[in-house]
């Protein structure tokens, strides 16, 4: 395949095969460092405080919370969207720049889906902890039981139940099947045994062969056909939690795509947010260039266009519709006791992404660390904002009422940090950050300087 | 990579025979329409209806085309560099639409009830500062001045790197796209509320442009199918190969899903909350346009996502030709659902001659341009810097 | 007794060459192996398709028709009732469901096929002769047993395309 030499390469240094395994490997080979410990054992300790907490919830009760009449969505569903959200992508990385055979997405795809399964997780306790009785949380499969019930499938929040289970499997498959040929080339490069039998029970007993190449190729294909649909299925899902209800700034048709952009975006913003730290960290500047930071800044700049349009077709087509619920909704939103959460919103999503249309900030990792920072900090707020206006105030005024989480709420939000957290770092001392055989795969072409043999000796020769 | 013997491009000629033949279907175009206000003296409604609808799809055509080109190039992608002649071409169609449209503005007063401002109900009044038509005349004007500034625009550079190959030019190319995109994403929303939603002016849907978009969207994929396959059969276009029919294939297969996942999102949610003043619109389709309603989801979703699924279906000529083909006229259903129930009504509203062969007066007015735009430049542009990527490239 | 012959290159280009060289000469290659997946590789083994995307479209179907099965006999037959003044038989309700189990299904079918084909799965010994195949070696390996060629030929045919290190290992394969 033809490489045009204005493209930017995708590796820079002068690297051979054997470099990049020896580069990305060089994190688990070594023996982790103090800042490793460090960030590790803070992460477990904010993790086991929120797991306290949800003890604590599961006990008393969920009036530990601040959840009330008509609020009965505050932080838990926020947060659980907001989890989701990110979890987006990875799978979009994987699957659907594959689809678009983007050669960028190369460097950056393992840890994105290791991300997105890690999100996925944190946002699934949410839905679990929220119903109040959580010994009782199997209640939601289907299963057949003596009282002859099954679950309600009319119901967008079951709908929920098998989109979250299905991402989270067909996630945690795609990125584990990717991992198999790479899992191979730890197990032989390990010397220390209990290590290398761990790495042969892991890579399943890899070994390079050319037809399951072919069949895995044939497989990554067909997943990543999957994946794509399924990506944009379970933020939808997700959407509907709000869309098929009736109240204002709730029912709308704009939910699923706006949603799911929503997602792409947060998700894009937190992979910008731990690659601009991780690649210093583990020194794979090499291979996650500015040119790949400013790739993904140009698809956040997609999706936060998106979103923003999808917030001025709503304000819009409140007014248009003449329907006065809906029209206070918004005038509430912006102007109401929420107001300041509105705002951040607005200037989170969607005036700061804007500034990504200038190439020099695109380019800038300083600008683009904080920026993803932001970006995360207003599509939380857009949850909210979504959450909590529409419930405090719909068709009723009687029944209006405010909202504010409690201190066992926050630190259970704070919990799926830690959660986060100390299983990324586990995973980049456990896993390889990038995917050795797909950057091989590209290196020849893409790299700045690729140290293989020069291309064609003479045909002659062996003629 | 296999280097094949690439024949010499045969140069394109708008020559005698292919004008008889747009001659000819532009003669059975208005054969039909008069047949329709002659002899069968349709209701005006009808008639106006369309002519609105076939203006439409005119147009949906050609800006399709320029929202596909400038989003691959945004994308950095160079895959269809080889047909971006045909692209360019397609969107210089779009400033003529305007005529198309002003023929049915006679009509407007039959296709919009808020035009009647002598009665409007409480409803209307409350729209009747964006529903007025002054502003909405503005706006018509806005859309189609800005929208045949880019196709203009961005074809004057593509054409000037031809024959001087200039450094800024893919940087130039890129920033118009982007200003494009942001200009098309606001302005196609609006000009289906403007031209589509306002039909059924007391209904309301805030996904309804994005929805016209993606069928908008499939529908040009569908052309530059057809297009393309025609000019590789002719050797025009030799360097196209089953790789990009692949990747033609592949949009035609997975915006026909996005669109469906579109249709989906509106139609359950509006079915699942049941509240009357949005139901009303799908009440009215399902009962009194029942069939086509459905035809239309199997036509447009069923049909491609079944029949484009395999590797082999989308690098296969005559096969996406057809399957292209279905989905064209797929697409010009689901217009049709948008605009007749509103617009005409049950009683009133078919598919008959008129609908059936007006079509083919606008397919030919658009081929007529199209070819003396193509004409105009050479068939590809040899001096892109990602030419020869462009050639040289396998799918799985 | 069966001989194997191997032996490996640094370069994917020059394995592709020597493949076709090897393939030219009526050698049939047993296996080969690569740090990644190599462009043209497979054409030039001329591999068959692989069947795993058929496998995934009827795991689909089973697993979309089940899904779409299940939730009408639970709501028309099982214990119908009245959600919000919907019909028993809410399709369009059931359309997420539905959709999910159909690539839950496909997805993990595919999954599990692959490595029962492959004959790949937790606690499988690999039988690794080049441990450098997984860093940067491209291994041919050729039998004895799959060729009328004795050992000695096989490995001067191997060598005689540019192959490094030609070794021969007499253990059953």
Not at chain 1, 36 to 55: K, N, Q, R
Not at chain 2, 55 to 83: C, P, Y
Request: hydrophobic share 50%; with cysteine.
């Amino acid at each position: 395949m033809h490489v045009s030499p204005v493209r930017e390469p995708l590796i820079n240094g002068e690297k051979s095969y054997s470099d990049i395994t020896n580069d990305v490997m060089a994190p688990i080979k070594a023996k982790p460092g103090k800042l490793w410990f460090a960030g590790l054992t803070v992460s477990v300790i904010v993790m086991l405080i929120g797991f306290a907490m949800i003890g604590y919830t599961v006990w008393f009760g969920i009036g530990t919370w601040g959840v009330n009449r008509t609020i009965g969505w505050g932080w838990s569903i926020t947060n659980f969207v907001w989890w989701v959200g990110i979890g987006h992508a990875g799978t979009f990385i994987s699957a659907i720049l594959l689809l678009f055979r983007q050669k960028w997405r190369t460097s950056i795809n393992r840890s994105a889906e290791a991300m997105t399964i890690f999100a996925v997780m944190c946002a699934g306790i949410f839905p679990l902890i929220h119903m109040g009785r959580l010994p009782l949380g199997f209640f939601i499969f289907p299963y057949p039981n003596t009282r002859e019930l099954w679950v309600n499938f009319n119901s967008p929040l079951l709908w929920d139940v098998f989109a979250i289970t299905t991402y989270f499997l067909v996630s945690l498959l795609f990125w584990y099947f990717g991992l198999i040929p790479d899992l191979g080339t730890i197990r032989d490069r390990m010397k220390t045994l209990w290590k290398k039998k761990v790495y042969n029970f892991l890579s399943f007993g890899w070994k390079g062969s050319a037809r399951h190449w072919h069949r895995h190729e044939s497989m990554s294909l067909i997943l990543a056909g999957l994946a794509a649909p399924l990506v944009l299925s379970v933020h939808t899902i997700v959407s509907f939690d709000f869309a098929t209800s009736v109240i204002p700034g709730w029912h709308t048709t704009i939910f699923p795509p706006y949603f799911v952009s929503g997602a792409v975006f947060s998700g894009f913003a937190m992979v910008l947010t731990l690659m601009i730290v991780t690649r210093k960290a583990l020194n794979l500047q090499e291979y996650i260039t500015v040119g790949h930071v400013e790739s993904m800044n140009k698809v956040i700049i997609a999706t936060g266009s998106i979103v923003g349009i999808a917030y001025i077709t709503e304000l819009f087509m409140a007014w248009y519709s003449g329907v006065e619920y809906e029209r206070y909704a918004f005038m509430n939103r912006a102007l109401g006791p929420y107001a300041w959460a509105y705002w951040i919103m607005m200037t989170c999503n969607v005036i700061s992404p804007q500034l990504l249309w200038i190439k020099k900030l695109r380019r800038n990792l300083a600008f683009t660390f904080v920026l993803s920072i932001f970006i995360n900090i207003g599509m939380w707020f857009e949850r909210f904002v979504i959450v909590v206006t529409s419930l405090h105030r719909d068709y009723l005024p009687s029944s209006w009422s405010m909202y504010k989480p409690t201190i066992v709420e926050v630190a259970i939000y704070m919990g799926t940090f830690g959660l986060f957290f100390t299983l990324f770092f586990i995973f980049i001392r456990v896993f390889p950050v990038i995917a050795m055989a797909e950057v091989k795969s590209v290196a020849r072409s893409s790299a700045r300087k690729f140290l293989g043999k020069p291309v064609k000796k003479q045909k002659t020769k062996n003629q | 990579m296999k280097k094949q013997n690439i024949p010499e491009p045969v140069p394109f000629k708008f020559g005698k025979k292919l004008k008889t033949y747009l001659g000819i279907a532009a003669g059975v175009g208005l054969l039909a329409l008069l047949i329709a206000v002659f002899l069968q003296q349709l209701p005006s409604e009808r008639i106006w209806a369309n002519l609105w609808m076939n203006a439409l799809m005119f147009l949906f055509l050609g800006l399709g085309a320029l929202f596909f080109w400038t989003v691959n190039t945004l994308g950095e992608s160079t895959w269809q560099i080889n047909i971006q002649r045909i692209m360019e071409s397609m969107g210089l169609t779009i400033p003529f639409a305007v005529i198309l449209f002003i023929v049915a503005f006679p009509g407007l007063k039959d296709l919009f009830e808020w035009t009647h401002t002598e009665h409007l109900d409480k409803i209307l009044q409350k729209k009747e500062a964006y529903l007025n038509f002054p502003f909405w005349l503005f706006r018509f004007a806005v859309y189609f001045g800005l929208w045949s500034f880019f196709a203009f625009y961005l074809r004057k550079i593509s054409v000037k790197n031809d024959f001087e190959p200039y450094e800024k030019f893919l940087a130039r190319l890129r920033a118009t796209s982007g200003w494009f995109m942001v200009i098309f994403a606001i302005t196609s929303s609006m000009a289906a509320w403007d031209w589509l939603m306002s039909i059924d002016a007391h209904w309301f849907s805030t996904l309804y442009g994005w929805y016209i978009f993606s069928g908008m969207f499939v529908s040009a994929v569908a052309v530059i199918i057809l297009i393309t396959i025609a000019f590789r059969h002719f050797g025009i276009l030799p360097n196209v190969n089953a790789e990009h029919l692949h990747d033609l294939g592949k949009y035609l297969f997975g915006f026909s899903i996005f669109w469906a996942y579109l249709w989906i999102s509106q139609y359950l949610l509006i079915w699942y909350s049941n509240i009357p003043e949005e139901t009303v619109y799908y009440v009215e389709r399902v009962n009194n346009f029942g069939t086509i309603f459905y035809v239309n989801v199997i036509t447009n979703f069923l049909f491609p996502f079944l029949a484009l699924m395999t590797r082999g279906a989308k690098r296969q000529q005559l096969y996406l030709a057809i399957v292209a083909v279905i989905v064209l006229m797929g697409h010009y259903l689901d217009l049709y659902l948008a605009i007749m129930p509103g617009a005409v009504g049950r009683e009133n509203a078919s598919i008959g001659l008129l609908e059936i062969g007006l079509p083919f007066f606008y397919l030919a007015a658009f081929l007529t341009l199209f070819f003396i735009f193509f004409e105009k430049a050479k068939p590809v542009p040899e001096n892109h810097p990602y030419f020869i990527e462009s050639s040289d490239y396998e799918n799985i | 007794m069966g001989a194997i012959i191997y032996g490996h290159f640094t370069d994917e280009l020059e394995l592709l060459d020597a493949v076709k060289e090897l393939k030219d000469k009526g050698i049939r290659i047993a296996d080969v192996r690569t740090p990644f997946p190599v462009h043209g590789l497979d054409a030039a083994l001329k591999f068959p398709r692989s069947h795993l995307p058929k496998v995934a479209f009827v795991a689909g179907v089973i697993g979309g028709s089940l899904g779409l099965l299940f939730q009408v006999w639970v709501f028309t037959k099982g214990w119908p009732l009245n959600i919000g003044g919907k019909p028993h038989l809410s399709l369009p309700s059931f359309v997420p469901v539905t959709f999910e189990l159909t690539i839950l299904f496909a997805a993990f079918a595919m999954g599990i096929a692959f490595l029962l084909r492959s004959n790949l799965g937790p606690g499988k010994i690999p039988d690794i002769l080049d441990e450098e195949v997984t860093n940067d070696h491209f291994q041919v390996i050729l039998t004895v047993k799959n060729n009328s060629l004795s050992e000695v030929e096989l490995a001067e045919a191997l060598a005689a395309t540019g192959a490094l290190d030609v070794k021969q290992v007499n253990e059953e394969k």
